[in-house]
């Protein structure tokens, strides 16, 4: 869903918009379910000159040692960065995003 004009938050959707929007969001949850992501953070903050996105930013257990907290997310982007880009990780994305991709075709 693209919406046609700038918006930088969820508050500006059209009552036809944020209905399309939480049940694409509501799929996109349900497909990561059965991926086995069972929690993730959902991220939209309105206070940046960009037009509105929303980051949904999956937890995995290797993720615990930097806590549960929203500041952690910035430490476990570091992290990965500097630790997981690898043939083997970005291969397993890749089948992540391919299974999503998937899943999504039904939607």
Do not use: C
């Not at 995003?97 to 999504?104: A, I, N, T």
Request: aromatic share 12%; net charge positive.
């Amino acid at each position: 869903m693209a919406p046609k004009r700038k918006i930088r938050s969820i508050s500006e959707f059209s009552e036809e918009e944020a209905i399309e929007f939480i049940n694409l969001l509501h799929e996109v949850r349900k497909g990561m379910k059965e991926l086995s992501i069972d929690d993730v953070y959902l991220f939209q903050n309105e206070d940046t000159p960009h037009n509105f996105h929303l980051w949904i930013f999956s937890r995995h257990k290797l993720m615990e040692k930097f806590g549960r907290k929203i500041e952690s997310v910035r430490s476990i982007m570091n992290y990965s960065k500097e630790n997981m880009i690898t043939d083997d990780v970005i291969k397993e994305v890749r089948m992540y995003v391919q299974k999503m991709k998937e899943y999504m075709k039904k939607f």
